[in-house]
């Protein structure tokens, strides 16, 4: 509690100390600690301790006063250079709301009652604007967007993605409460359950190999040669998923594929020869032995159908027999062969109806009948506070957390007019010695990983958590991603070896928390810096990879032209490369991105590129009457993109507008139509009125001719 006396103090330099000290307790006070299990449980305890002591609330006032602080940013703008000195006490500040956002966020079992309630107490307290008129999320997205306009350079970009990742994660929670509130609110629709966890069929699918590239053709080839397979036609065999044999061992190398697009294949291929038998047969299996026999061979996905391809394919077999169609009518069959009745009924069996598509039927009722149906009831959950606050300026947030994506891809060149996001890890005097410098190097690479894995974890959240929400809360996010060129953006960040990139070590482990505070640390040296950890993958950038596949298939997913976006900015080949990684998980959505592109990247693509293909039919989900991997479907007409983007944006806008833009003179606001009434109210007039008056009935009423017949015409 002194302590906490102690930051209400004028004197910064005595509140930058006691901040200290407060940051040395949520740090676990390593210094009477002897192993690493001792400061992580110290920290936990402690940051319960201190968010019981209303140390959070005390921050947030200091936040809001390092953010005001007109001194500090003027005086970051006049420096050439900005270094670690100039955020000093906003890193504090940001580092101690961390560590107790992270610590009481986190669920144990032996967790003690008053914990639990403490932890709802605060994420009530960061959810809802309690204190003061907006969620805390929205203050750290106000840092973002004053950062990226210039006018606070100074600001520690890395802690407040960070914490901002961490704040969402807590308020409107992870993936598996994601799922379980999807579960619960199809209950309440009245809508039949999942057909799948996608949670668990994820992790239990398995890597297949990445396609063969030219260097590797060759060398099969030529051993080839002396042990050709009889058995040509066992390639079907390797279809199924859960089959022990390696999917493509059998196919024979005949084609070069995709050597003319693949821009530096030859390098990359060497690369990827020498990586791939270096690392991947040293990754852990991702499930123990024992699962493997549990599981069904066949594919892994339930297939679905949407109502629009079951009014589609009716449409088409109505007009092949009958000659007419009957619009959106898919209960009649009269006249419809036999074998169309059972078309219709396995489609029918497979229908999907989600989420989405009510909340757009009801949205369509409430648009057209507003009287009727009265005022909609809006549960006011973290989710819809959040993007109500965040409405009016959503455009800019997009475009500052893109500009730092930008920034800190590994891709992307130094330029002069992008943003320093390099402001808090930089130090004041530049290293002199080889040592500092690599281990400068080092901490200025892990500085932009862990930008990106914060940026694209917090848009997937985003995205994940206002498509359940509304529909429409989801499209205008995306809408405005997709305005700030987010699509070519993370085509641009996966345009580079992307291997390396997965099997980076940037760090350096004996200096990692709280290693470094309970051990001796080893002598450092260029040699052990080169080495680095042991680790086979990066998992921090492996992650980040996932979630920009994901947010790219968010963003083009049932959208053509954002489809046709992929196929302009040539991301087949792009995305090809992104198939080595063997991980599972990684591959489906690469392979997702394909599927939805393959009808427009010709035949000879598809011929060339049979084992994509074949690993797309293994491993994502069929959509019964889509043809995906031929050139016919109805939707690929190119003139109705522009006009499909401006429809969706008409609804969004009328979403908006009728949902939180509520005017007072409504037009739907009742009218008095009683005469005597109306003339019986007391109107205060401007006093000028009173002078004016007679030269106004002269002017406008007796100098004017009434002209009785038009109005007689007219009635």
Known sequence: MRLLDGLEVVNRD?????????????????????????????????????????????????????????????????????????????????????????????????????????????????????HTEEPFALLLFTMVTKFCSGHAPHFPMKKVLLLLWKVLLFTLGGFEALQAMKVRKREELGLPPLPEDSIQVMRSMRAASPPTYSIELTEQQQQKRGHRSRRPLVKQDSLDIYNERDPFKNDEAGIDEEENDDVDSGIEGELDLMERDAIIPTIPAQRPPIE??????????????????IEHFLEASRNKFIGFTLGQDTE???????????????????????ISDIQIKNEEELEKCPMSLGEEEVQETPCEILYRAMLYNLPQYMIALLKILLAAAPTSKAK????????????????????????????????????????????????????????????YVSQHLVFANCIPL?????????????????????????????????????????????????????????????????????????????????????????????????????????????KYLGRQWRKSNMKTMSAIYQKVRHRMNDDWAYGNDIDARPWDFQAEECTLRANIEAFNSRRYDKPQDSEFAPVDNCLQSVLGQRLELPEDFHYSYELWLEREVFSQPIRWEELLRYQ
């Open 292 to 309: 493997r026999v549990s599981f069904p061979k066949g594919l892994p996905w339930a297939p679905k159908v949407r109502q629009k391809d």
């Open 490 to 598: 993370i085509l641009k960040f996966f345009n580079q070896n992307i291997m390396s990139y997965i099997t980076a070590k940037n760090s350096i482990s004996v200096l990692d928390y709280p290693h470094c505070t309970v051990c001796d640390l080893p002598e450092l040296t260029a040699e052990s810096l080169e080495a680095g950890d042991n680790n086979q993958f990066c998992w921090r950038n492996l992650f980040s990879c996932i979630n920009l596949l994901r947010i790219l298939n968010k963003l083009t997913k049932w959208k053509h032209s954002r489809t046709m976006m992929l196929v302009v900015f040539k991301s087949a080949p792009i995305l090809k490369r992104a198939l080595k990684v063997k991980q599972a998980m990684m591959q489906l959505y690469v392979l997702k991105l394909l599927k939805i592109q393959t």
């Open 416 to 475: 002069t007019d992008s943003i320093n996001i390099l402001a808090d890890v930089l130090p004041e005097e530049m290293p002199i010695t080889v040592l500092q410098s690599m281990k400068l190097g080092i901490d200025v690479n892990r500085h932009k990983e862990i930008i990106v894995k914060s940026i694209s974890a917090l848009l997937l959240l985003l995205l994940k958590h206002f498509k359940l929400n509304h529909i429409y809360q989801f499209e």
């Open 332 to 354: 009649t069959l009269i006249g419809l062969p036999r074998p169309i009745h059972e078309s219709v009924k396995t489609l029918k069996q497979h229908k999907y109806v989600s």
């Open 14 to 130: 005595k509140r930058l100390k006691v901040a200290r000290a407060i940051l040395y307790l949520a740090q676990g006070v390593f210094g009477d600690c002897d192993n690493e299990g001792d400061v992580l449980h110290w920290s936990r305890h402690n940051s319960f301790l201190l968010y019981r002591l209303g140390t959070f609330t005390a921050f947030l006032e200091l936040l809001n006063m390092e953010i005001d602080n007109s001194q500090a940013c003027s005086s970051a703008l006049r420096k050439p250079a900005i270094s670690l000195a100039d955020s000093t006490e906003l890193r504090v500040l940001l580092s101690v709301m961390y560590l107790m956002v992270e610590n009481i966020r986190v669920e144990q079992e032996t967790d003690p009652p008053e914990w639990k309630s403490c932890r709802e107490t605060f994420r009530m307290e960061l959810s809802f604007p309690v």
